[in-house]
C-alpha cells in the first residue's frame, strides 16, 4: 500500500521561528511537491523536485526553502514563520508525468 | 492570470442530476491531466486520467479540448456520496503539477 507521511498533522509556530515540515515517500518516486491549501485559493504550488537534491521554484516560494537530500524526503522549511503562512500543507509524490499522485494527510500549521 | 481556472461554485444538485465542471489551463505546452477529488479534511484523491479521446468511467466521463485548452468532467446519475470538491489538475512540461481552485459539489437527496 503506498503511502506519504508528514511528520505532524497540526503545528503551532511562534512569529520568527524556523520551522521544518518533514514529508517521507516509501514508492521510490521520482517526483515530489509541497503545496498550501487556503479556502477559495485551493492547492497552491510552492515547491516541487524532480530528483535528489533537485528543486523548483512553483507559484509561491517567497518565504521558503525546500531539500531534498534523499529520494524518499523531502522537506520544507520556513525560515522565519510570519502569521500569513498559517495554513494547511500538503505533500505530494508521483512516479512521472502520466501517474497518479498520492498525498500526504496534511500539516495544519498555524503561526501566532 | 491562474495557470488553472475553475468555476468555484458550489453546485447544489439534487440525487439523480446530471452536473458539469469546466477548466481551463494556460500554459499550451502541458502534457497530462487529470481530476482529482477532495472530500471534507481529507488529502485529494485522483477520480480520473483526462485523455485526448475522452474517457468514461462507469458515471463520470472527463473530455479535454486541447485546442481550447479546457478540461471537463460530467458526473451523470449523481450519489449523495459524490458530495466533494472536484480539482482539475495539469501537468506540465517540468514535471510541475498545478491545481485549479476547485469546484464544491453537494447533492442532496
Known amino acids: ?112 | 492570470r491562474k495557470e488553472v481556472e475553475q468555476d468555484p461554485g458550489p453546485f447544489n444538485v439534487p440525487e439523480g442530476a446530471t452536473v458539469a465542471f469546466n477548466c481551463t489551463y494556460s500554459n499550451s505546452a502541458s502534457q497530462s491531466f487529470f481530476w482529482y477529488r477532495q472530500d471534507c479534511r481529507k488529502e485529494p484523491k485522483l477520480l480520473m486520467s483526462v485523455y485526448s479521446s475522452g474517457n468514461e468511467d462507469g458515471r463520470f466521463t472527463a473530455q479535454l479540448n486541447r485546442a481550447s485548452q479546457y478540461i471537463s468532467l460530467l458526473i451523470r446519475d449523481s450519489k449523495l456520496s459524490d458530495s466533494a470538491t472536484y480539482l482539475c489538475v495539469v501537468n506540465g512540461e517540468n514535471n510541475d503539477m498545478r491545481f485549479g481552485a476547485g469546484t464544491r459539489l453537494t447533492v442532496k437527496p
Not at chain 1, 510552492?46 to 537530500?69: A, N
Request: proline residues 2%.
Open chain 1, 1 to 112: 500500500d503506498v503511502k506519504v507521511t508528514q511528520s505532524s498533522r497540526y503545528l503551532v509556530k511562534r512569529t520568527g521561528e524556523k520551522v521544518f515540515l518533514e514529508c517521507v515517500q516509501d514508492m521510490d518516486h521520482e517526483n515530489m511537491f509541497w503545496y498550501r491549501q487556503d479556502p477559495g485559493l485551493g492547492l497552491r504550488l510552492i515547491y516541487f523536485s524532480y530528483d535528489v537534491k533537485m528543486k523548483e521554484k512553483g507559484d509561491i516560494p517567497e518565504g521558503y526553502s525546500v531539500s531534498r537530500e534523499k529520494k524518499e524526503r523531502f522537506s520544507l522549511i520556513l525560515e522565519s514563520a510570519s502569521t500569513n503562512q498559517t495554513s494547511m500543507y500538503l505533500c505530494a509524490s508521483k512516479r512521472d508525468r502520466v501517474t497518479e499522485a498520492f498525498f500526504g494527510q496534511g500539516t495544519r500549521l498555524t503561526v501566532v
